[in-house]
């Protein structure tokens, strides 16, 4: 089945440490999105790719980097420059960008300060 | 900000009642999508509305668009427990999609 996948569902971070979080679809899709969810809220906008090895900050990418070295892939890494990390990061992907693609996403990362 | 903001926060109905969710934004906008998103899991893509149609259909969901109140609503008709959900409206005027912080829908047998 097509579809994106998350890993870890769950992901806890020591102080100071740097953590990376696996996003993986196989629907051919060429544009990607990396979204963070806290508590009550909508979604806040980190990164996004439209294209393989091109990326664009989003609304808070401070604390974030990401990659995009294959059509497939796209993770994000939680640096130790963002202070309050906890939260449920979503990642979806879309056919092209453009708002008239609908978003398709994965079943989120859950990540926990230790 | 054009991010869209749902009203009612939160919605308690019974099952086989209709559940009605409102969106509000602020700025002009291409298109605008419902998503709904189960406890824990990712968000699900709903329907997608143009700036130039009034209202779409699909199964038990309806949805209207007036973009002289710059607002949304999203009817589910003849509600199910499984409709227990996060309803979230996005907006986009361009590229990228401006979520609201969603409605919670509970749905009690």
């Known amino acids: 089945d097509g579809g994106i996948t998350q890993s870890p569902k769950y992901l806890f971070r020591k102080e100071g440490q740097n953590v990376t979080l696996s996003c993986e679809q196989n629907l051919n899709h060429d544009a990607m999105y990396w979204y963070r969810q806290d508590p009550g809220q909508g979604l806040r906008l980190i990164y996004y790719?439209?294209?393989?090895?091109?990326?664009q900050k989003g609304d808070i990418a401070e604390g974030y980097s990401v990659s995009r070295e294959k059509k497939e892939s796209f993770p994000l890494t939680v640096t130790s420059a963002q202070k309050n990390p906890t939260a449920f990061y979503l990642c979806?992907?879309?056919?092209?960008?453009?708002?008239?693609?609908?978003?398709?996403f994965g079943d989120g990362t859950r990540l926990s300060i230790l | 900000s054009q991010q869209g903001e749902e009203d009612p926060q939160a919605l308690s109905i019974q099952e086989g009642e209709n559940a009605t969710m409102n969106c509000s934004y602020k700025?002009?906008?291409?298109?605008l999508q419902w998503y709904r998103q189960n406890s824990g899991r990712g968000l699900v893509h709903l329907i997608l509305i143009r700036s130039n149609e009034r209202e779409k259909h699909s199964g038990r969901l309806r949805v209207t668009l007036d973009t002289s109140k710059k607002s949304s609503s999203l009817l589910i008709t003849a509600s199910r427990a499984a409709d227990t959900a996060s309803y979230f409206c996005a907006t986009s005027n361009g590229q990228n999609f401006v979520f609201g912080p969603g409605t919670r829908l509970s749905v009690l047998p």
């Open positions: 979806a992907s879309s056919i092209g960008t453009g708002s008239n693609q609908p978003q398709h």
């Open positions: 700025t002009s906008i291409n298109n």
């Open positions: 790719s439209q294209i393989v090895n091109d990326f």
